[in-house]
């Protein structure tokens, strides 16, 4: 048990330093790491607690203390929350005494220019990884593309758009 | 740490730790699908902690570091009003509730996952959180459209997460000083 809390400090700590760009930028690494090297569950697993998560209130990391939960209860919470907001907390505390500093700086312009196509990279990954393990048969295809092109050509709000693929789910039309 | 002088907030309400701790709380509690449209409401326009200046700026800064944004946000609100008791009531009350919220819904989906009933309506919640994120990807990608080094960096970066599955770390030791060496070159 100690063992995997130490695993999972870790894993989260190592990703809270990664993710530039916001939380997305990391689902695949994490999905690797849980999924892949640890075993800990399947893709389709990891798929489904992203979607509780996206489905619950407030920021769009809440995967991390779902994973916790998943692999190693209570204590399991605490230790991949902790791992995964404190690093990059602290940063942001440092961070908050240099910005003054260095606001007005053309390098800082030219760092944010080039981590965007990065950022761009890394959450179109996320995305093809939580796909490819969440559609797999073609109800869910279905879904997953409805809801892709609803939510880029309309204002529709996201909650709506996961309630209806969440009723359109319960049908159980395409699914096996 | 502690919170950085008054001077610069001394026009605003500076909330005490208590605040800070209700505010994010509820916003946490609200905030669905996107907290930083109602991040900004809460802070600027309700509350009065931030001018819309000083928030715009808090969040360049946000966006610039590792971390969720959001996230990220309210530990520097919480420091800059109250030092290090008032980054922990931020950041707290934020992810309180959700965090609540997360498991409760993964004890249901532990214990009914079995269910085919259930186990189709998260395989449609799952699907419909997939569509959501393919959104998302394509709204950030959309304006590199134009832009042959940024669609190269980007595909690179697709390549190597989506397809070779290679870590996390080395991807973006390479990749992002590669970008931003590029940048600068272009740029000159």
Known sequence: ?176 | MDAIPAAQTAKHDAPDVGELFTGFFILGLTGFGGVLPLARHMMVEKRGWLTGAEFTDLLGLCQFLPGGNIINMSVAVGLKFRGIPGAFASILGLIAVPTAVVIGLGVIYGRFADDPVVRHLFGGLAAAAAGLLISTAIKIAWPLRRDVLGLVIGALCVLAIAVFRLPLLPTLLTLAPLSIFLRSRQAS
């Open chain 1, 1 to 176: 048990m100690t063992a995997t809390l130490v695993t999972l400090a870790l894993i989260f700590a190592e990703l809270s330093l990664l993710a530039f760009g916001g939380g997305n930028t990391i689902l695949p690494e994490m999905q690797r790491q849980v999924v892949d090297i640890h075993h800990w569950m399947t893709a389709q697993e990891f798929g489904a607690l992203f979607a509780l998560a996206q489905a619950a209130p407030g920021p769009n990391m809440m995967v991390v203390p779902l994973v916790g939960w998943h692999v190693a209860g209570f204590p399991g919470v605490l230790v991949t929350s902790l791992a995964k907001f404190g690093p990059s907390s602290l940063v942001t505390g440092f961070a908050l005494r240099l910005w003054e500093r260095f606001k007005d700086r053309p390098w800082r312009r030219t760092v944010q220019a080039g981590l965007v196509p990065v950022t761009a990279g890394l959450v179109t990954a996320s995305a093809i990884v939580i796909t490819h393990a969440s559609a797999s048969s073609w109800g869910t295809i279905l879904i997953a593309a409805m809801v892709a092109i609803a939510t880029t050509k309309t204002r529709i709000h996201p909650l709506l758009a996961l309630a209806a693929g969440a009723v359109l789910g319960l049908t159980g039309i395409g699914q096996p």
